[in-house]
């Protein structure tokens, strides 16, 4: 391997594997792709070296089945885990999936007893509670992929409903990662205009429920599989801020300690990511009708946690 960052990733299914090919073409981090499959990571991470000439990265990237090459992480993306089929909530994968990530946490955490773990597996808040349980990390170097994947997915359909470019709409959501998710059209902007000034109300509302169930529409198209396009752009975007220390502010599902009045539980807010992780959590002025939107989403996502028995 070279000198670079190390970063490794945790199943090499749809998201792992599109992960590991948006970062090595990013080309600061060499790449450990492990799955529980024979020959699937290293397969799928030999093709993606193979492009490397073409794309002019110099990026390492190694598949295994074992968590030897993975010592020393500087960061580890966890999507390993089942995912959802057509007409199934991501709670309803709770218990499959706490088994998996129990084991592969402490494995994580073992060998990489510094790193910064993304979760991605789903129902993510939940999961993302879950390792940091299993692997006794603070919460700066735990959190989860979820509030960049749905904002985007929000920015997008704005931008395609006003004609502008995405680069101008920011979206603000905060909450559960799943159908409690909080969206707020006050604080959701194009060019800093919020949205409810310039779209109609029936607009917004059919915009906020293609949101809330973006990740549905996408498997119900698919049929078998779900969305990796977006969410592995959202995990490269997560990754490079911590990388490069960028300091960005992004929303994560992240382990709240009695921000937004929510304590012990793992809901999306806005936070600082850099080299350590989540270096702050942004608390946003919310009007009071908001606040306790956002704690009956928490309450959503801790319904889920205590059936974990952790
Ligand atoms: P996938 O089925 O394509 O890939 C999962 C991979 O994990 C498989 O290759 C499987 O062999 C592997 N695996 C299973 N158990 C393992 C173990 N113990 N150790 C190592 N590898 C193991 O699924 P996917 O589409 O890549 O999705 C992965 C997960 O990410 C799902 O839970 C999905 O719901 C979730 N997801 C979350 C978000 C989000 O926004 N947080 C977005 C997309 C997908």
């Known amino acids: 391997m070279n000198n670079l960052n190390k970063v490794s990733i ?8 599109a992960c590991a090919q ?4 990013r080309g600061y981090a060499d ?3 492990v799955d529980i499959i024979e020959g699937l990571p290293q397969g799928k991470a030999l093709d993606i070296l193979e492009s490397a000439p073409i794309l002019n990265f110099d990026s ?6 074992s968590y030897q090459e993975t010592a020393d992480s500087d960061v580890v993306v966890i999507t390993s885990g089942l995912s959802r089929k057509p007409g ?10 706490m088994n998996i990530i129990t084991g592969v946490t402490q494995q994580v955490a073992n060998r990489s007893p510094n790193c910064i773990i993304i979760m991605v597996a789903n129902p993510v808040d939940a999961m993302t509670h879950l390792a940091i349980h299993a692997s006794q990390f603070p919460r700066n170097r735990v959190f989860g992929l979820s509030g960049i994947l749905d904002s985007a997915r929000l920015r997008s359909f704005i931008a395609a409903e006003l004609n502008v470019s995405v680069e ?10 799943g159908e409690a998710m909080l969206i707020i059209p006050r604080l959701s902007t194009v060019c800093g205009i919020p949205i409810t000034k310039i779209l109609p109300q029936e607009t917004i509302t059919k915009l906020v429920e293609r949101t809330i ?5 996408i498997i119900g198209l698919l049929k078998t599989g779900s969305a990796l396009y977006a969410p592995s752009a959202a995990v490269a975007q997560m990754v490079e801020a911590i990388i490069l220390d960028k300091k960005q502010i992004l929303p994560c599902a992240s382990y709240l300690e009695g921000e937004y009045g929510i304590k012990d539980t793992v809901i999306t807010v806005p936070v600082k990511l850099g080299k350590n992780g989540i270096e702050q959590i942004i608390e946003l002025e919310l009007t009071a009708k908001e606040k306790s939107a956002l704690i009956n989403s928490a309450k959503a996502v801790q319904q889920v ?6």
């Open 10 to 17: 945790i199943g090499a299914g749809n998201v792992g594997a």
């Open 22 to 25: 948006r970062i090595a073409e």
């Open 31 to 33: 790449i450990v792709l």
């Open 60 to 65: 390492k990237l190694i598949g295994t089945n």
């Open 88 to 97: 199934m909530t991501r709670d309803e994968l709770l218990l499959a999936n």
């Open 168 to 177: 101008d709409v920011s979206a603000c959501i905060l909450g559960q990662h």
């Open 213 to 217: 169930k973006a990740g549905a529409e």
């Open 305 to 310: 946690v205590k059936a974990m028995q952790l």
